[in-house]
Nanobody, 128 residues
Framework: QVQLRESGGGSVQAGGSLSLSCTAS?????????MAWFRHVPGKGREGVAS???????NYVESVKGRFTVSQDTRQNTLVLQMNDLKPDDTGTYYC?????????????????????WGQGTQVTVSS
């Protein structure tokens, strides 16, 4: 019911920056779209990276705190992940995920089962 389009992945040296963007469009329904970023890291599986609630509260995986910043443009249903000081361990496929909530995005949910819609992923490669 939600189409997600991701962009911004690429290759960068350690210490560099990338900005990922995800735009969402509703195919059906009128609920709010709540979005988050996940990643699949080789050898570690999928993990939540960052999520944001309507009040601006955010949730990050510990390893990216202080380096990544997530923001959202609700009018355009766009989620941005600004990634600074990238490390080789950040290498992986990054996925935008979305869920629909009729009452709004009250919590910065960052667990996989909550999300029903997934983008195709964008590759991030960080070399040392």
């Amino acid at each position: 019911q939600v189409q997600l389009r991701e962009s911004g992945g690429g290759s960068v040296q350690a210490g560099g920056s990338l900005s990922l963007s995800c735009t969402a469009s509703k195919i059906g329904g009128s609920s709010n779209i709540c979005m988050a970023w996940f990643r699949h890291v080789p050898g570690k599986g999928r993990e939540g990276v960052a999520s944001i609630a309507v009040d601006g509260r955010t949730n990050y995986v510990e390893s990216v705190k202080g380096r990544f910043t997530v923001s959202q443009d609700t009018r355009q249903n766009t989620l941005v992940l600004q990634m600074n000081d990238l490390k080789p361990d950040d290498t992986g496929t990054y996925y935008c995920a979305a869920r629909q909530e009729s009452y709004g995005c009250l919590a910065a949910v960052l667990y996989e089962a909550a999300y029903k819609n997934w983008g195709q992923g964008t590759q991030v490669t960080v070399s040392s």
